[in-house]
């Protein structure tokens, strides 16, 4: 078993090095205007949910324990779903401060929460007898949280996918339903504010293709970082065309072979994308995979841990998204909402250090920063030895610093080479220690 995850957890690792590349087309870019909420937003959650829920093996079991389709599509019959409620589920989310979620309409095992007329691998056709999808958007939308949809147009019952070119009528097929089903999910339910592809990019097209080729070596796969370059294309710009013609305003994830409106890093922090994109960091709040496990119920972020990466993402001007995976039976796991809670009461104390601010800086030995138009905020994760802190210097005076946790006074010095802040208390059992400053 850990055999497995380790194999999984390597494919994502090496998926995840070569997802840079994709079409630059600036053309199809949400305006800085219309991306303004989700930079405001900062927090997210990610559901991940699916037949894969019920092995409990994570979302990859059929792929890594390579299952035959047809025998991994009979747990349509074990898809009960008796506990799912969306209007749960967006609680859950709303009381963890979370102003976004983003659920899987369907992952790569093609299986499809919604109602699909492209075939009836869905869950309406699945002992649930219903379209998961229509709930979560309508509890999403009558709580007034944002919307987001999870689609993978990379589908595993597709040979087209594994050799696009040898099966190519194939391929086409499966693009096909990519097109048809997206449609579907931007017309079936009314807005959707996010658009979270996975799985679209050339990277990713052709994986475990062996090939044969005397130049080459003979036997040969041609590898994660080198892209497909065959003759089948998922032509991403035709498809978000029409995406943005369905959802004028929907924000789209980079991970259709498009470059998207945002950046995607997913669990380890890879730095600040250079040109300012916008951009988001996903990672599970629990578990070892994004499907549920029973690890899900014990293996789980503390608060600090949690707290420390929303300011280490913040304070370099990202989103962050948890992930929960619901148990088979679609509950979330006590703990993990329990977790959640705690995230939202820390976000409703400080939630204006969070939200709608911008990224400042960040310094692995104490924190981060961040800024909006009256403040400066200091996220002090750890109180430096001798408990001072030096910030470069601002053109603005600063008017007054104090501690958002009791409204003390904090004390510093402003001159031409920075602001020093000094005496900087104990950390009062604060995961995060924020001093306020007011500007000018
Ligand atoms: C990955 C995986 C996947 C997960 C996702 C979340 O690349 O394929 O299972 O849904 O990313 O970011």
Avoid at 39 to 64: N, P, Q
Avoid at 187 to 211: A, H, S
Avoid at 410 to 429: E, H, P, R
Wanted: glycine fraction near 10%.
């Amino acid at each position: 078993m850990k055999k497995l995850f380790i194999a999984v957890i390597l494919v994502l690792a090496l998926a995840d090095v070569a997802r840079s590349q994709y079409v630059v087309d600036t053309t199809l870019l949400l305006s800085k205007n219309d991306m303004q909420w989700w930079r405001d937003a900062k927090f997210g959650l990610f559901v991940h949910y699916g037949l894969y829920s019920i092995l409990g093996r994570g979302e990859w079991v059929m792929w890594s324990e390579q299952i035959d389709t047809a025998e991994y599509s009979k747990l349509r019959d074990k898809f009960t779903c008796e506990k799912f409620n969306a209007t749960e589920w967006v609680e859950i989310a709303k009381n963890a401060g979370c102003k976004y979620m983003v659920v899987t309409a369907r992952h790569h095992d093609g299986f499809c929460l919604f109602d699909t007329h492209f075939g009836d691998y869905d869950a309406v056709h699945s002992a649930a007898h219903r379209d998961l999808i229509a709930d979560y958007v309508k509890a999403a939308h009558t709580a007034g949280i944002r919307t987001g949809i999870y689609y993978s147009p990379l589908d595993w019952r597709y040979p087209g996918y594994f050799l696009p070119d040898l099966y190519r009528t194939n391929a086409e097929e499966m693009k096909k339903q990519t097109y048809t089903q997206v449609r579907e999910l931007l017309t079936q339910y009314g807005k959707v504010d996010i658009l979270w592809y996975d799985g679209g990019e050339d990277n990713w097209l052709g994986f475990g293709g062996l090939m044969w080729n005397l130049a080459k070596g003979g036997w040969y796969t041609r590898g994660f970082e080198e892209p497909y370059s065959g003759k089948f294309s998922w032509e991403p710009i035709r498809l978000n065309t029409m995406v943005r013609k369905l959802q004028p305003n929907i924000v789209i994830s980079q991970r259709s072979g498009w470059m998207g409106d945002f950046e995607t890093q997913e669990v380890g922090f890879k730095g600040r994308p250079k040109d300012d994109r916008p951009w988001e960091l996903c990672t599970l709040l629990g578990g070892d995979a994004w499907g549920w496990t029973p690890k899900s119920a014990s293996q789980i972020m503390s608060l600090d841990s949690v707290v420390q990466l929303l300011v280490k993402v913040v304070s370099q001007d990202g989103n962050l998204i948890l992930n929960v995976g619901p148990k088979p039976d679609g509950s979330i796991e006590p703990a993990e909402v329990q977790r959640l809670k705690e995230i939202g009461n820390f976000l409703s104390k400080y939630g204006e250090s969070i939200y709608s601010t911008r990224g400042g800086m960040y310094d692995g030995r104490w924190g981060g920063t961040t800024i909006t138009d009256r403040a400066i905020y200091v996220h002090i994760l750890k109180v430096p030895t001798g408990r001072v802190i030096e910030l470069p210097p601002i053109s603005r005076k600063v008017l007054s610093a104090t501690y958002l946790y009791d409204n003390g006074k904090a004390t510093f010095v402003q001159s031409d080479t920075g602001i020093s802040l000094t005496d900087i208390a104990d950390k009062q059992n604060e995961p995060d220690l924020i001093i306020k400053l007011v500007m000018q």
